[in-house]
């Protein structure tokens, strides 16, 4: 129950890898054992020169041919991951691997949990973004019912073997808690810390994140039904 799979989508990060995985490594010496899985998404920066420079043997790097998002990138890390527990977390810094050790304990202490996903109560974000948030999230919580104050914050701990009932398709990361509920998968929701982005910026739009991600909500509804009728 210990091992661990740690899943950093990343595309353009080059200013923030090393930073991060400093602070992972820092941070998760109470884990038994974990692998570092970063999915480069095509970047054109010097990313793939500093993984590649990166003497860290936890650590594997995985370069799609041309930029197939956030959603993809993660999908195929935890398709190519070794372990059934898996981690999420940005590239971005704004994630704190400081939080990692507390919710791997609140995942582990009891086998039934299947996801505990964190939930940025502070957000450090621009008004635009912070606002545009919680309408999503209050449209989503509305028909979906997945309870879930912000299943935008990329810090999760999950059972790999269920988000791989999950169909693949664009966007679906910010799905994942209504799809596990959906499941009848026991959930957790935790307060964790967010940051400022010192390094770089965000690759979405917020307004059409926004309007696709209304789009979406019907067919996700309808997604999980026809899990629950599979099974």
Partial sequence: MNNYSIIIPAFNEAKNLNLLLDEIDQNCKSLNYYEIIIVDDSSDDTTQNILRDRKQQNLRTIINNTNQGQSFSIYRGIKESQY?????????????????????????????????SGIREKRKDNLLKIVSSKVA??????????????????????????????????????????????MKCNVIYE???????????SNYST???????IIDLYKVRKMIKRINNYD
């Fill in 191 to 201: 307060p964790v810390n967010h940051r400022y982005r010192k390094y770089g910026k």
């Fill in 84 to 116: 059934n527990n898996i981690i999420t977390i940005d590239a971005d810094m704004q994630n704190d691997p400081g939080d990692i050790p507390y919710l791997v304990k609140l995942y582990s202490q009891n086998k039934n949990i299947k996801l505990v």
């Fill in 207 to 213: 307004l059409s994140r926004l309007f696709r991600g």
């Fill in 137 to 182: 999230n209050f449209i989503r919580s509305i028909i979906l019912k997945d309870n879930c104050p912000d299943t935008g914050c990329s810090l999760k701990i999950f059972d790999k073997s269920c988000f791989l009932k999950i169909p693949y398709f664009n966007s679906m990361h910010r799905y994942i808690p209504a799809f596990f509920i959906g």
